[in-house]
């Protein structure tokens, strides 16, 4: 079992900036990917960046060249530095762990961007 714990969300103006962190726990080997998911209220649950073990990540077509991922094997961590904020960012943002291939969430984390 893997625990994940965000940290970093907040309120801030659009056109501001957050960074998001995320700390995983417990049985850590063999991870594989790590991200970040957000669900907007009456909404799915979203893919927003993704970053393999290697280092390649993905990122949703809505936050391409405003958001980035960055992960340190090290210390178990991931981040997402968020710039550039919009009002549609607001969501609750859900870290992501993928370990031999079993699903393993954060608690989420509340982003709201205000116009």
């Known amino acids: 079992q893997v625990q994940l714990v965000e940290s970093g969300g907040g309120l801030v103006q659009a056109g501001g900036s957050l960074r998001l962190s995320c700390a995983a726990s417990?049985?850590?080997?063999?991870?594989?990917?790590m991200g970040w998911y957000r669900q907007a209220p009456g909404k799915q649950r979203d893919l927003v960046a993704l970053i393999r073990s290697g280092g390649r990540a993905i990122y949703a077509d809505s936050v391409k060249g405003r958001f980035t991922i960055s992960r340190d094997n090290a210390k178990n961590t991931i981040s997402l530095q968020m710039n550039s904020l919009r009002p549609e960012d607001t969501a609750v943002y859900y870290c992501?762990?993928?370990?031999?291939?079993?699903?393993?969430w954060g608690q989420g984390t509340q982003v709201t961007v205000s116009s």
């Open positions: 992501y762990a993928d370990r031999w291939g079993n699903s393993n």
């Open positions: 417990g049985s850590i080997f063999s991870i594989n990917a």
